[in-house]
């Protein structure tokens, strides 16, 4: 009988089968399971023309900083799940953002970011890109014009992430990328907290997405990755950045990384009704005032996170009643969620920002950035919802 020819795999658009298809046919060897090519450089098979090699962008047999087999199906995968032309994968979230605002600006330009970005990124702005003559201006995100508002002649990029830390508020992506398309201003979203399974900010008109791929992506708490998706010219120049910053991310993380991508989907709705659930929960608690989640009806912007979002992610945040000594209690109380920092992994995190900052910022920033000393951030994993709404109530009643 002959191989019917294999055209069986081109037409799937549905995010299961992309996360267990699309690098398909990447890869010479005929395992399932791809190998693990652990090793930074390549054979250069006889008669190769090694100067045209040498000068191929994001080469997969050149040197393992160039491309690596690897990183071009963790690439293909995350184009394909963030409706993307091209991806680049990099040694950690902080990683992508740099190389990509490195990229995209220069002496004398300036850009506009929404508060609460990541800490990483946020010292991106504050504290390297003055001494290079870029400047930033922070807008509050909730008012979409306040980006316009902040524009200057010589704004060349926005910067957003939503849902974000630390009130999980929703930036209007729509909105916003009008106000920069108008002007030729590109426009970056971190899109790690919603994941492309929740959320793909480039079918809101966004330019570029940038991901931890440590959190959801991975998924398992056992590696440091980051990716950038866009247009195939702006990851080729971001990719120029990448090799003078040098972020390689290692084989055996890519490879870890690609095995956590095959059940981005499944893990991604296991996350969103536990959160739901133990959001609501939260909600209705006498020794809870307040909790932060896109997929609670009391969130300010949730009809907005309706809008962008098919999902609303696995981080709540929310504040006890008795200020920081209860949070801190309660967090010591608890015995199933686990306390460390971080998020999306198996294992369900907490953390009290009060005292993860308190070295960094001084109480009057903390309270600017709505940390109140009361506030928990929760990183829902893999467990059932019944269990840790049993571990939160007991860890609740008894601080
Ligand atoms: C963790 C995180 C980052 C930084 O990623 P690393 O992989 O730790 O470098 C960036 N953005 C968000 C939203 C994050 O949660």
């Not at 398909?24 to 399932?32: E, M, N, V, W």
């Amino acid at each position: 009988m002959s191989r019917q020819p294999s055209t069986r795999r081109s037409s799937f658009d549905e995010i299961e089968s992309i996360v267990t298809h699309a690098d398909a046919g990447l890869d010479p060897a005929h395992s399932i399971a791809p190998p693990v090519y652990q090793t930074s450089t390549y054979r250069i098979p006889e008669g190769t023309d090694l100067g045209a090699v040498a000068d191929t962008p994001r080469h997969p047999g050149f040197y393992t900083r160039h491309g690596h087999p690897t990183h071009s199906r963790v690439e293909t995968i995350l184009a394909r799940l963030e409706g993307a032309q091209a991806a680049l994968a990099m040694s950690s979230g902080v990683a992508a953002v740099t190389a990509t605002v490195m990229t995209l600006v220069s002496a004398g330009d300036h850009i506009v970011a929404q508060q609460g970005l990541y800490i990483g990124s946020q010292n991106l702005l504050r504290n390297v890109l003055p001494r290079f003559g870029v400047e930033a201006t922070i807008v509050d995100q909730r008012d979409a014009e306040a980006f316009r508002a902040a524009m200057r002649p010589n704004t060349r990029l926005f910067m957003m992430e939503t849902p974000c830390n630390p009130l999980l508020t929703i930036t209007d992506l729509d909105r916003v990328a009008a106000i920069a398309r108008a002007r030729g201003i590109q426009t970056l979203v971190d899109n790690t907290f919603a994941t492309p399974v929740n959320q793909r900010p480039l079918r809101h008109g966004i330019d570029i997405v940038v991901h931890s791929a440590t959190k959801y992506l991975g998924g398992h708490s056992d590696l440091s990755a980051g990716v950038v998706a866009g247009r195939a010219e702006l990851i080729a120049r971001i990719w120029k950045s990448h090799l003078v910053l040098g972020g390689v991310l290692g084989p055996f993380e890519s490879w870890l990384l690609l095995r956590g991508l095959r059940t981005l989907p499944l893990r991604m709705r296991h996350v969103n009704q536990t959160a739901q659930a133990v959001a609501e929960f939260l909600a209705a608690h006498p020794r809870v005032t307040t909790v932060y989640y896109p997929g609670l009806k009391s969130h300010p912007q949730h009809e907005l996170a309706r809008r962008l979002m098919s999902g609303f992610g696995g981080v709540i945040t929310f504040e006890v009643r008795g200020g920081y000594t209860v949070a801190h209690e309660a967090i010591r109380r608890l015995q199933v969620i686990t306390h460390a920092v971080s998020f999306g992994g198996t294992e369900s995190l907490i953390v009290h920002p009060a005292e993860m900052w308190h070295g960094v910022f001084t109480d009057e920033q903390l309270r600017e950035g709505g940390v109140s000393p009361s506030l928990v951030r929760l990183g829902i994993g893999l467990e059932n919802a019944a269990d840790l709404i049993a571990d939160l109530a007991q860890a609740l009643e008894g601080a």
